[in-house]
């Protein structure tokens, strides 16, 4: 088989008419030193070429340099600091030949006293307090006057004794007044001293904002119900309608995302880190194509990379196929590294039994460093049986002249308009074709080895990686499912087994817990209209007798023949996200071990991901 790609679709040259040597470059901020924590200022450099890429990076005095935004086509970024100190700003300025580093010092200076501030976000503020004695922490706590609410804290941070702190306040409902003060924690978590009370009144959402989901109670609380996870972080499918948000658990808004740029583009928010600090992928709408970025509880980009810049490093590092677009996945790892999902896409000829060349998308996995740099890669045209086809056949489409795509699918670079609808010898219809023969949609994660679980929908497979935090060779150690390497102890019947499922997570070592949408199962393949059904499945596996046991099989209260994710909640009930039902809303059922339903919400949108979480700052995983 030959693999056949032009890069050049994918990974524009750089190469510029008027370069840099010849430029007289000036970087420029909007705003003089000495401003404000959460105050964004925005770089830009001047004179510079039309097609430069930029690299914005910053360093606090005394600690490590952190990038923002790895090389980018936009000149003008944004950044956001909340830490009080002297900053060195370096952006780094390119053009396909040479490199030009240019640099700037700047201030970040603290609030008088203790005080609690609005953001441009009418839900989140900002609380400033002096610096605390080195060896304790800090956290901030806040609760509704008038009991509608119960406290929420921040997560703490560190005390030097020499520096002011900085929190963001988030997961407040609009027009609310709220009580809020500082706590000092000694190193066992114990309370050693309260700050000053002060009130703040959140603001009330813009007017204009129709893109927020709707969500109402679908089933009331029952006594069963989780207490300790009682907000939900919703993140809707990007092009399907609605913004990631957060609300309680009867529906009230407490957070959404506001986006730095007004006319930005739908994303699709895939985790929540620690210290309120949230990953989204998304289409960009400059030459980037696609982005993947972290942004804090205001909405500032805190780090960002795209496609150009990952299809770069790929190839630099021996990558044989094109980088396309990153999609479905990106999250934090407990070490600071990120683990991202991407596409690629080849011709081979002769593949998957069919005749001639074959176009064929497929998967890369990246690992990456704190400053988003690829340290880690993976192919699956390297480490799956390319004769493993779709099995449902699943194709992906692209119109180019209206830039249509099927749903789930990426714009295709390579595949060419060989013949139409009807198939080979039918007239060409100007729709391109690909065959989607993994649609990977999530990355587990096992603290314990660093191995990663790739969810490959469309082999019904969960497919263990040694990846070792970057260290790993990449081999695949095992596929959990139907046909793969592991014996049910629960019999034989292939429908015990996922089908077409999302989100698969590791609970502990030896349990993967995972949405199963259920599309390929018996019932469903005999009645596509009334037999189908999806479930939260909680697997235990023994990786030395390859034997795996079904703990739990949960249906669900609708079928969602797409997206959808399940979480093990503190008191062992799980939490379903049927994600997409008839096109056009989701429900969030949490289902007792006995299959009881505690409580289901309804969102006026498809969702891809659900989280029940105590508060905002808590890493979910």
Same mark, same amino acid.
């Given at each position: 088989?030959?693999?056949?790609?032009?890069?050049?679709?994918v990974?524009?040259?750089l190469?510029?008419?008027?370069g840099?040597?010849?430029?007289?470059l000036?970087?420029?901020?909007?705003?003089?030193p000495?401003q404000l924590?959460g105050?964004?200022v925005?770089?830009?450099?001047?004179?510079?070429?039309?097609?430069?890429?930029?690299?914005?990076?910053?360093?606090?005095?005394?600690?490590?340099?952190?990038?923002?935004?790895?090389?980018?086509s936009i000149?003008?970024?944004r950044?956001?600091?909340l830490e009080?100190?002297?900053?060195?700003?370096t952006?780094?300025v390119?053009?396909?030949?040479?490199?030009?580093?240019l640099?700037?010092?700047f201030?970040?200076?603290?609030?008088p006293?203790?005080?609690?501030?609005?953001?441009?976000h009418?839900?989140?503020?900002i609380?400033?307090?002096?610096?605390?004695?080195?060896?304790l922490?800090?956290?901030v706590?806040f609760?509704?006057?008038?009991g509608?609410?119960?406290?929420?804290?921040?997560?703490?941070?560190?005390?030097?004794g020499n520096?002011a702190m900085?929190f963001?306040?988030g997961?407040?409902?609009p027009e609310?007044?709220?009580a809020?003060?500082?706590?000092?924690?000694?190193?066992?978590?114990?309370?050693?001293?309260?700050?000053?009370?002060?009130?703040?009144?959140?603001?009330?959402?813009?007017?204009?904002?129709?893109?927020?989901?709707?969500v109402?109670?679908?089933?009331?609380?029952?006594?069963d119900v989780?207490?300790?996870?009682?907000?939900?972080?919703?993140?809707?499918?990007?092009g399907?309608?609605?913004?990631?948000?957060?609300?309680?658990l009867?529906?009230?808004? $407490?957070?959404?995302?506001n986006?730095?740029?007004?006319d930005?583009?739908g994303?699709?928010l895939?985790?929540m880190?620690?210290?309120?600090?949230?990953m989204?992928?998304?289409?960009?709408?400059?030459?980037?194509?696609?982005?993947?970025?972290?942004?804090?509880?205001?909405?500032n980009?805190?780090?960002?990379?795209?496609?150009?810049?990952?299809?770069?490093?790929?190839?630099?590092?021996?990558?044989?196929?094109?980088?396309?677009?990153?999609?479905?996945?990106?999250?934090e790892l407990?070490?600071?590294?990120?683990?991202?999902?991407?596409?690629?896409?080849?011709?081979?000829?002769g593949?998957?039994?069919?005749?001639?060349?074959?176009?064929?998308l497929?998967?890369?996995?990246?690992?990456?460093d704190?400053?988003?740099?690829?340290i880690?890669?993976?192919?699956?045209?390297?480490?799956?049986?390319?004769?493993?086809?779709?099995?449902?056949?699943?194709?992906?489409?692209?119109?180019?002249e209206?830039g249509?795509?099927q749903g789930?699918?990426?714009?295709l670079?390579?595949?060419?308009?060989?013949?139409?609808p009807?198939?080979?010898?039918?007239e060409?219809?100007?729709?391109?074709?690909a065959?989607?023969?993994?649609?990977?949609?999530?990355?587990?994660?096992?603290?314990?080895?660093g191995t990663? $679980?790739m969810s490959?929908?469309?082999?019904?497979?969960?497919?263990?990686i040694?990846?070792?935090?970057?260290?790993?060779t990449?081999?695949?150690?095992?596929?959990?499912g139907?046909d793969?390497?592991?014996?049910?102890?629960?019999?034989?019947?292939?429908?015990?087994?996922?089908?077409?499922?999302?989100?698969?997570?590791?609970?502990?070592?030896?349990q993967?817990?995972?949405?199963?949408?259920?599309?390929?199962?018996?019932?469903?393949?005999?009645?596509?209209?009334?037999?189908?059904?999806?479930r939260?499945?909680l697997?235990?596996?023994?990786?030395?007798?390859?034997?795996?046991?079904?703990?739990?099989?949960?249906a669900?209260?609708?079928?969602?023949f797409?997206?959808?994710s399940a979480?093990?909640?503190?008191?062992?009930?799980?939490?379903?996200?049927s994600?997409?039902i008839?096109?056009?809303?989701?429900?969030?059922?949490?289902l007792?071990?006995?299959?009881e339903v505690?409580?289901?919400l309804?969102?006026s949108?498809?969702?891809?991901?659900q989280?029940?979480?105590?508060?905002l700052?808590?890493?979910?995983?």
């Amino acid at each position: 088989m030959t693999l056949k790609y032009t890069r050049p679709l994918v990974a524009a040259s750089l190469a510029l008419a008027a370069g840099l040597a010849n430029a007289q470059l000036n970087l420029v901020s909007d705003l003089p030193p000495g401003q404000l924590p959460g105050t964004s200022v925005t770089w830009s450099v001047e004179n510079a070429p039309a097609n430069a890429t930029y690299r914005l990076a910053v360093t606090r005095i005394g600690g490590q340099q952190q990038v923002i935004y790895d090389y980018t086509s936009i000149n003008g970024l944004r950044w956001t600091p909340l830490e009080v100190g002297r900053y060195a700003v370096t952006m780094t300025v390119r053009d396909g030949v040479n490199l030009e580093t240019l640099r700037a010092g700047f201030l970040i200076r603290p609030t008088p006293g203790v005080s609690v501030r609005e953001t441009r976000h009418p839900l989140v503020a900002i609380y400033g307090a002096p610096a605390c004695p080195a060896g304790l922490r800090m956290a901030v706590t806040f609760s509704p006057e008038g009991g509608t609410q119960l406290p929420v804290s921040t997560d703490a941070k560190a005390c030097d004794g020499n520096t002011a702190m900085n929190f963001y306040l988030g997961g407040m409902l609009p027009e609310t007044n709220y009580a809020v003060r500082h706590v000092l924690l000694s190193p066992n978590g114990t309370e050693v001293v309260q700050g000053p009370l002060r009130q703040f009144t959140t603001g009330a959402i813009p007017e204009g904002l129709d893109d927020i989901p709707e969500v109402t109670v679908d089933s009331p609380a029952t006594a069963d119900v989780s207490t300790e996870e009682r907000f939900v972080v919703f993140g809707p499918t990007a092009g399907l309608g609605g913004r990631p948000i957060a609300t309680d658990l009867d529906g009230n808004l $407490v957070w959404y995302y506001n986006p730095p740029d007004a006319d930005e583009s739908g994303v699709t928010l895939t985790r929540m880190s620690s210290g309120g600090r949230i990953m989204l992928i998304g289409a960009a709408t400059s030459n980037d194509r696609f982005r993947v970025r972290e942004i804090d509880l205001v909405g500032n980009t805190l780090r960002e990379t795209n496609a150009r810049r990952l299809s770069e490093q790929f190839a630099a590092n021996g990558g044989t196929v094109p980088l396309t677009t990153i999609h479905h996945e990106a999250r934090e790892l407990p070490n600071g590294q990120w683990i991202v999902l991407a596409h690629s896409e080849a011709r081979i000829d002769g593949a998957q039994g069919e005749e001639g060349p074959v176009d064929i998308l497929s998967d890369i996995i990246l690992g990456l460093d704190r400053n988003m740099q690829v340290i880690w890669q993976w192919d699956a045209f390297e480490h799956v049986d390319l004769e493993k086809v779709a099995i449902l056949g699943e194709l992906c489409t692209y119109n180019p002249e209206t830039g249509a795509t099927q749903g789930g699918c990426p714009i295709l670079f390579l595949s060419q308009d060989d013949y139409g609808p009807e198939g080979p010898g039918s007239e060409p219809d100007g729709v391109l074709e690909a065959n989607d023969w993994l649609h990977s949609n999530a990355l587990g994660y096992r603290e314990s080895d660093g191995t990663i $679980v790739m969810s490959i929908r469309h082999l019904d497979w969960m497919m263990g990686i040694d990846y070792a935090d970057g260290q790993g060779t990449g081999a695949v150690k095992w596929n959990l499912g139907k046909d793969g390497d592991f014996t049910l102890t629960d019999g034989v019947d292939p429908d015990l087994w996922q089908s077409h499922q999302h989100d698969n997570n590791f609970i502990g070592d030896n349990q993967m817990l995972v949405y199963d949408n259920g599309n390929a199962l018996t019932a469903c393949a005999a009645d596509p209209i009334n037999g189908c059904g999806s479930r939260a499945q909680l697997y235990s596996f023994d990786e030395n007798t390859m034997e795996a046991t079904l703990e739990h099989s949960l249906a669900t209260r609708e079928y969602s023949f797409a997206l959808g994710s399940a979480q093990l909640l503190e008191n062992g009930n799980i939490y379903a996200n049927s994600g997409i039902i008839g096109f056009s809303y989701a429900l969030g059922d949490e289902l007792t071990p006995s299959g009881e339903v505690a409580l289901s919400l309804r969102v006026s949108v498809p969702v891809y991901r659900q989280f029940r979480v105590k508060d905002l700052y808590t890493r979910n995983d």
